[in-house]
């Protein structure tokens, strides 16, 4: 996994703060030398079909690197994009060129829970979504609903999931966020 800096949401319980937090160390490296530092497992990406997953922070973020890389591994490698959606259009329609499969965290799609939860709107996403899926087909893209304490419910994750598969999503990964003190 490769996390980039920056994100456009503030969820609540993010599992990477340090994405976008100002004090945080970071690395930068350029397209061809993160490939000289995965280049090792060459050999297994090949033989299992496997390669590397982007999150973050938001990877979408980062297209024009992002397609640099894609250049210089071609199709030798799987490239998978973990993304809130929560872009820019022309990035969507560009990362269809770079990634072999999307995970979308979607989070729910009630518009006050979303606001609620992230900070930002839901429309965004769901519309990315919806090009997402036209573009790609409904095979290259898994979609999270996390059940999240405090923010949302069974019920408005069963309401999320409908109106997701009415747009033609046809994979999901249901789990429940666990919260400690």
């Known amino acids: 996994m490769v996390g980039f800096y920056g994100?456009?949401?503030r969820c609540k319980y993010?599992?990477?703060p340090h994405s976008f937090a100002p004090d945080t160390k970071t690395e930068e490296l350029t397209p061809t030398e993160l490939y000289e530092r995965l280049k090792c497992d060459?050999?297994?990406?090949v033989a299992t079909?496997?390669?590397?997953?982007?999150g973050g922070g938001e990877p979408l973020l980062n297209i024009d690197f992002l397609e640099e890389?894609?250049?210089?591994?071609?199709?030798?490698?799987?490239?998978?994009?973990?993304?809130?959606?929560?872009?820019?259009?022309?990035?969507?329609?560009?990362?269809?060129?770079?990634?072999?499969?999307?995970?979308v965290d979607i989070k729910d799609t009630d518009p006050e829970i979303y606001l609620s939860y992230t900070g930002k709107r839901v429309d965004r996403a769901l519309n990315n979504l919806k090009m997402l899926l036209s573009l790609v087909g409904s095979d290259k893209v898994l979609v999270r609903l996390p059940l999240i304490p405090h923010y949302n419910t069974e019920e408005?994750?069963?309401?999320?999931?409908?109106?997701?598969?009415e747009m033609g999503v046809t994979r999901f990964d249901r789990f429940e966020y666990i919260v400690r003190a």
């Open 7 to 9: 994100c456009p949401l």
């Open 14 to 16: 993010c599992l990477n």
């Open 42 to 45: 060459d050999l297994y990406f």
């Open 49 to 54: 079909g496997g390669g590397v997953s982007f």
């Open 69 to 103: 890389f894609k250049g210089i591994v071609g199709d030798r490698w799987r490239i998978l994009a973990e993304t809130s959606l929560s872009v820019e259009k022309e990035a969507v329609k560009r990362a269809v060129k770079v990634f072999d499969e999307f995970v």
């Open 156 to 165: 408005s994750r069963q309401k999320s999931e409908a109106l997701l598969r």
